[in-house]
Nanobody, 123 residues
C-alpha cells in the first residue's frame, strides 16, 4: 500500500505560478513511477505529466508542455509539479498517482491515488 497526499493548490491569477507537492508513505517510493492528473469541472480525469522511478525520464501532455515541470525527490518520498504561466483552463482538481508497473499516461495503469488538491486560475 502507498498513501499519497497532495498539497500546494490554491487560487491564483492567470500568469502566476504554483508548485504542487505529493508526499508518499508506505512501500518504497522509488519502486513507483509517478504521475499527475487533473479533473476539470464536468470533464474526465486527464493526464498531465509523469516521471520515471529514477526521475531520469519525464513526459507531458501537450497542453502543459513547456509550462509545467514534474520532478521527484526519492530521499523525501515526494513528487512535485511546478506550474508556471498558469491559464484559466488549468483550473482543476490535481491528483498524484503511483504506478508499480511502469511509465504510463493512462488512468487505469496507476495503482494508488491521492485525494486531490484544487487549483483555480482566475482570468
Amino acid at each position: 500500500q502507498v498513501q499519497l497526499v497532495e498539497s500546494g493548490g490554491g487560487l491564483v491569477h492567470a500568469g502566476d505560478s504554483l508548485r504542487l507537492s505529493c508526499a508518499a508513505s508506505g512501500r518504497p517510493f522509488s519502486s513507483y513511477s509517478m504521475g499527475w492528473f487533473r479533473r476539470a469541472p464536468g470533464k474526465e480525469r486527464d493526464f498531465v505529466a509523469r516521471i520515471s522511478r529514477s526521475g531520469g525520464s519525464t513526459y507531458y501532455a501537450s497542453s502543459v508542455k513547456g509550462r509545467f515541470t514534474i520532478s521527484r525527490d526519492n530521499a523525501k518520498n515526494t513528487v512535485y509539479l511546478q506550474m508556471n504561466s498558469l491559464k484559466p483552463e488549468d483550473t482543476a482538481v490535481y491528483y498524484c498517482a503511483a504506478d508499480s508497473g511502469g511509465v504510463s499516461d493512462r488512468v487505469g495503469s496507476y495503482d494508488y491515488w491521492g485525494q486531490g488538491t484544487q487549483v483555480t486560475v482566475s482570468s
